[in-house]
């Protein structure tokens, strides 16, 4: 098995062996089997684990069982402790809802105030099998049926290769210890349910089921990569985009599978109401469609998609002098560095005496000012949207970091002149922010 992890990550993750790991460790045998091989590789890690609070002193175990390894090894460690139910029941959500979002949220602190590279989870090819198979009862699209992806931005799962049989078996033939999680066995949780009763069912039919299972999602992905080719090229044809978004239903409507496209298009924008969105094609003009932020308009021989008016988006989030971090609506580390490092990616680096405090956060404004860092003179934010190809899309969902209500940050895209590091600067703040 480990020589088979070593060749995924040669041909799959390349980048791993030079990157700075956090490793997201229960104490379960997945993750256990994760860390012994990284391990193994003597790659550079460290552990996160999260202790829920859930199963009462079975969970402080798993707590202690993952320091004590850590210890022993000398892996550097972060343990958080969440109160989930009193969490789930304030945000009226579920208990796995409400644990998966707090566990990713500490993982992504973690990365960004140390400056790891990727965090590594312990997700194996029962557990897509499984995420298939919750998705196809749901009712989903192609994209729901491919599987969990080994890489979502900072998040990589070099265990999808691997099924849960060849995890416990290299478990045994090495003397890796874990920890059973008895919330795995019941079958209240609907994961279970498909892992206990229906997967079995579904291996007496065929006891290849997980090889016939990955050759089928290496087909899905490869029919879902031509869907979204196909999107671009007809988007291109059909499409406009100015103030708003254009569809022309003339050119649309001479593609069969119009349908097709129009969801793909759409549904990034929240809408799911789709016979609604099908009838609209044939409908007067003036009928609309919404989601909870957009409107999608008839207009005789147009579709057009505009948001709506947001009062949210004049809200300004205030940044205090000495503040470490920000939250919401998107989330900030803030730190004084010695020096301007171009390695560390999405972070902008200025002079904190020219800065004015409290800063704030807020969406983009009619008359609003860049001074693009590395050009001379201003542009209208406007004009920068339209000469970088911002989409209506992009321009929404755009974040800017002021100073007095001048621009420091187009965030995420680019900073702005004025507030640069240059020869006389004393103070350097780094600001850094997790996509």
Known sequence: MLDKFQNNISENLPFLPESKLLLAVSGGLDSMVLLHLCQAMKLDISVAHCNFQ???????????????????????????????????????????????NL???????????????????????ND?????????TRGTGLEGLTGIPQQNEKVVRTLLPFS???????????????????SNQTEKYQRNKFRHS???????????LLQSFQNTLEYLNQAQSMVEDASHLVYSKVVTEEETIKISLTKLLAFPNYK?????????????????????VSAQSGKQVLSENYILLKDRTY???????????????????????????????????????????????VDEEKLQFP????????????????????????????????????????????????????????????????????RILQIKYKP
């Open 54 to 100: 859930l199963r009462g002193e079975e969970s402080n175990n798993d707590e202690k069982f993952v320091t004590s390894y850590c210890e022993k090894n000398n892996i550097p460690l972060f343990v958080t402790h969440f109160d989930t139910e009193i969490y789930a029941k304030e945000q009226k959500q579920s208990i796995q809802v409400v644990a998966r």
């Open 103 to 125: 566990r990713y949220d500490f993982f992504h602190s973690v990365l960004i105030n140390n400056e790891y590279d990727y965090i590594l989870t312990a997700h194996h090819l």
């Open 128 to 136: 897509s099998l499984e995420t298939f198979l919750i998705n196809f």
């Open 164 to 182: 849960r049989v060849e995890i416990e078996e290299y478990a045994v033939r090495n003397g890796i210890q874990w920890r059973e999680d008895s």
């Open 198 to 208: 229906v997967v079995p069912i579904l291996q007496e039919q065929n006891i290849n």
């Open 260 to 280: 097709a496209y129009l969801h793909q298009w759409l549904a990034p924008f929240g809408f799911t109401a789709w016979d609604d969105i099908y009838n609209l």
């Open 303 to 349: 579709l057009i998609l505009f948001p709506k008016k947001n009062e949210e988006h004049s809200d300004y989030y205030w940044i205090k002098k000495d503040q470490k971090e920000v939250k919401f609506p998107l989330k900030l580390s803030l730190c004084n560095v010695d020096y301007i490092s171009n390695e560390i990616p999405n972070a902008i680096f």
């Open 359 to 426: 800063l704030q956060i807020r969406k983009w404004k009619e008359g609003d000012v860049l001074f693009p860092f590395g050009m001379n003179g201003s542009k209208k934010l406007s004009k920068y949207f339209k000469d970088e190809k911002f989409s209506l899309f992009d321009k929404t969902n755009t974040w800017l970091l002021c100073s007095n209500n001048q621009i420091v940050w187009v965030i995420g895209k680019r900073q702005d002149n004025r507030y640069k590091i240059t020869e006389h600067t004393t």
